[in-house]
C-alpha cells in the first residue's frame, strides 16, 4: 500500500497549491481520507478530513473557508486545494487514510491507520 502525496512547493503568500494523494495497491473507496501537516517543532494535526463518498467533510478553524478536500474515486486520488496561503501554513502535508472502513471521518493522530510520504508547502511572506 502506498499513498504518494505530491503538488507542494514555494509560493507566496497569498497564493494557491492543489495537493493531491494517489493510493497504488489499494482502493481508497472504502476509506475516509484526511489531510495531516506538521510544521518543524510542532506536532502533527489534521488539516481537512473527507468521508468515503465525499458526503462529509470537515476542517481545521484555522483553514475553513480556504482550503477545500475533495476526492475523485474513479482515479483512486484525494485532493487538497489550497488558497489564500499564509507563512503559517508552510509545513509537511501528509495524506492519510483513517484505520477502519468504518470511521467516517478521521480527526486525529490515532484515527489514522496509514500515512502518505508527506510534500512540503512552503509559503513566503
Known amino acids: 500500500v502506498q499513498l504518494q502525496a505530491s503538488g507542494g512547493g514555494l509560493v507566496q503568500a497569498g497564493g494557491s497549491l492543489r495537493l493531491s494523494c494517489a493510493a497504488r495497491g489499494l482502493s481508497l473507496s472504502n476509506w475516509g481520507m484526511a489531510w495531516f501537516r506538521q510544521a518543524p517543532g510542532k506536532e502533527r494535526d489534521v488539516v481537512a478530513s473527507?468521508?468515503?463518498?465525499?458526503?462529509?467533510?470537515d476542517y481545521s478553524d484555522s483553514v475553513k473557508g480556504r482550503f477545500t478536500i475533495s476526492r475523485d474515486n474513479a482515479k483512486n486520488t484525494v485532493y487538497l486545494q489550497m488558497n489564500s496561503l499564509k507563512s503559517e501554513d508552510t509545513a509537511v502535508y501528509y495524506c492519510?487514510?483513517?484505520?477502519?472502513?468504518?470511521?467516517?471521518?478521521?480527526?486525529?493522530?490515532?484515527?489514522?491507520?496509514?500515512w502518505g510520504q508527506g510534500t512540503q508547502v512552503t509559503v513566503s511572506s
Open positions: 492519510a487514510r483513517a484505520i477502519s472502513t468504518t470511521l467516517t471521518v478521521p480527526q486525529h493522530v490515532a484515527d489514522i491507520g496509514h
Open positions: 473527507i468521508s468515503r463518498r465525499s458526503g462529509i467533510t
